[in-house]
């Protein structure tokens, strides 16, 4: 009885799943009946919404790959560090204060980070960079980085804290420093932890829709320059499904397209995850 | 305990009464129109406590929409019916009263530390906008030589408004045409916030707005290169507005009325109330109203339930105020 209830709520999430992907293929399916896919993933002009149509969806993944770079080159380096100074330098006692502080950062809602980045970060910004617009990649780029620290934090000092004591001894008997220990023998005994909680944020950075949706500018161009506005895939689908598009046109369905192109796309680094960690899992007793 | 529940039915008669004595009205449309129908709303709730009145912004387009599904009773539009819509009202038997309440001008603005645009001809602000600008008009100095070599950024009401259905038809020459990488938004403060923080920025919306935002924004005048009807740019101010010289981007705005939900009192009583304050109330939130021969005109029809357009499906570049009084009151 219980069994079958704990099995048929597993299979639950598994059919919501597929019915996700079965309603995203299905209307994708449609979409491309009517635009080719070629044009789709070499156009560089995304118009769906005007006279002149073009449905090239470049200009969107330009402006998440903008966004999801920024993040990273501010969580990656924030996260790690703070990471490994929880795991191999700090006392018990700061660690089990600090790292709950940390994880408050990923409880923030995400509009409440949208707005802090464009009236906040994107005004103090502009104190430095004179001309950066009002809506740019770079300040919700910087804030997305802000809320993806603890996934990154908190997943890599769970997997270097679970790295046995014995390793880190057998380093130090060795005569390593600390810094020593920590970079040459804890974080690689890690790796398989750490590597996955960097593709859980990109992943989260990728999906993200809020924060780009108000601080980012809406404006589809192909551009790599932070410091303009743009629009991301996710922060399309919001200003799609938000105006008064009706139901079943090809303006409609663009938003089906883009998002299967997402799903590929954290699909794929879902599965490059798993397979790290599997492949990197370092086994010890 | 027992207290408890008599006070809990208690509240629950209170509640339910309350809930059936008051009635709803059912207002959406234009981001535009909403200022002063919000404005006109108040006034009448205040007078009419028993009455709600709801008012959405979905844009003309997608008020329309809902307009002619039959969800609700009054749509704000910033531009008139289209042909096409006035079709799905017809496939849902929706009849309807159009009644124009006030006057706005389209006001194109730029950062207030922007010392180099003085005024922008119409010629300049196609070039801008057109679908051909898309990715080669980059740069301030492709529309005048003298302007800074730094990027334009845009910023325009979305694809869904009827402001940008206006400025399309009146700037490029055709409805809904116009280049696809600029900040769309149907929320016209988001557009105040985009321009306000960014130097190199341009863009439009309804002079109202701009009336709230004097001290973040710079208004451009516009120059439409015809003597006839004002020399040299203008500015969309209110006599200029009245005098036709602010042309192309001034043009009438407008309530329609569902004929099946004229038919109920409190309907009557809220274009009544419409009529006779709307003129004040859109003066009062930045707009320029109509004479008021207009207002009378305007009940006049609805009390006769002329249903129909006088526009034809048709979206028409600057009708003056004469034209209009004109074409109501045939």
Not at chain 1, 29 to 42: K, N, P
Not at chain 2, 24 to 43: C, H, M, N, R, Y
Not at chain 2, 75 to 84: E, F, G, N, V
């Amino acid at each position: 009885m219980v069994e079958g209830a704990l099995f048929l709520s597993a299979l639950l999430s598994v059919f919501i799943t597929l019915g996700i992907i079965g309603v995203l293929l299905f209307e994708t399916l449609s979409f491309f009946g009517e635009v080719s896919i070629i044009d789709f993933l070499t156009d560089t002009q995304w118009t769906p919404l005007f006279s002149e149509k073009h449905f090239g969806v470049l200009p969107l993944f330009a402006g998440t790959f903008l966004t999801t770079f920024i993040a990273m080159a501010v969580a990656l380096p924030i996260g790690l560090i703070s990471a490994i100074y929880l795991s191999e330098y700090s006392s018990d006692r700061v660690r089990t204060t600090v790292k709950p502080f940390l994880e408050i950062l990923a409880a923030v809602p995400t509009v409440v980070y949208g707005y802090f980045a464009l009236l906040f970060v994107t005004p103090l910004l502009q104190k430095f960079i004179p001309d950066l617009s009002g809506f740019n990649a770079l300040s919700p780029g910087i804030v997305m980085g802000i809320m993806i620290i603890p996934i990154i934090s908190s997943l890599s000092e769970d997997a270097m804290h679970a790295v046995p004591t014995g390793l880190r001894e057998g380093g130090y008997a060795l005569g390593s420093t600390r810094l020593q220990v920590a970079l040459r023998v804890a974080l690689p005994a890690a790796f398989s932890g750490v590597a996955a909680s960097f593709i859980l944020g990109i992943s989260r950075a990728v999906g993200e829709t809020m924060i780009v949706a108000i601080a980012a500018g809406l404006q589809p161009r192909l551009t790599l320059n932070p410091f303009v506005p743009i629009e991301t895939v996710t922060a399309y689908i919001v200003q799609v499904s938000m105006g008064d598009t009706p139901y079943g046109t090809i303006e409609y369905r663009t938003i089906f397209a883009a998002g299967m192109s997402l799903f590929v796309v954290t699909f794929v680094l879902n599965i490059i995850s798993y397979s790290l960690r599997k492949r990197f899992r370092e086994v010890y007793e | 305990m027992k207290t408890f529940s008599i006070m809990g039915m208690m509240l629950i008669l209170l509640v339910s009464s309350a809930w059936a004595k008051s009635t709803l009205i059912k207002v959406d449309g234009s981001s535009t129109v909403f200022p002063i129908t919000e404005a006109v709303a108040e006034e009448f709730q205040k007078k009419n406590p028993g009455v709600k009145v709801t008012v959405g912004i979905s844009g003309t387009g997608g008020g329309f929409k809902k307009f002619c599904a039959g969800e609700t009773d009054i749509s704000d539009a910033s531009r008139p019916i289209k042909l096409s819509e006035v079709e799905q009202c017809l496939d849902n038997k929706i009849q309807y009263v159009e009644l124009p309440i006030a006057y706005d001008g389209l006001a194109v603005m730029v950062n207030p530390k922007n010392d180099w645009v003085d005024h922008l001809t119409v010629k300049e602000l196609k070039k801008m906008w057109e679908p051909a600008a898309q990715g080669k008009i980059k740069k301030w100095n492709q529309i005048r030589p003298n302007w800074p070599d730094k990027e334009i950024h845009l910023f325009g009401p979305g694809a869904d408004s009827g402001t940008y259905d206006y400025f399309t038809e009146a700037i490029v020459g055709k409805e809904h045409a116009s280049r696809g990488d600029f900040t769309a938004s149907e929320d016209d403060n988001v557009l105040v916030q985009g321009i306000a923080s960014d130097l190199y920025a341009l863009g439009f919306f309804g002079v109202a707005y701009y009336e709230h935002n004097k001290d973040r924004l710079k208004l451009v005048p516009v120059d439409d290169e015809k003597d006839s009807n004002g020399k040299g740019p203008v500015l969309p101010e209110y006599e200029n507005v009245v005098k036709g010289t602010y042309q192309p981007l001034a043009r009438p705005i407008f309530i329609y009325v569902s004929r099946k939900s004229a038919d109920k009192p409190e309907i009557q009583a809220f274009v009544d109330f419409y009529m006779k304050n709307g003129g004040a109330l859109s003066k009062e939130v930045g707009y320029i109203s109509l004479p008021d021969k207009a207002y009378e005109l305007g009940l006049n029809r609805f009390q006769k339930r002329v249903a129909g357009s006088v526009f034809g499906g048709k979206s028409q570049v600057g009708v003056g105020i004469e034209d209009l009084l004109q074409r109501e009151g045939k």
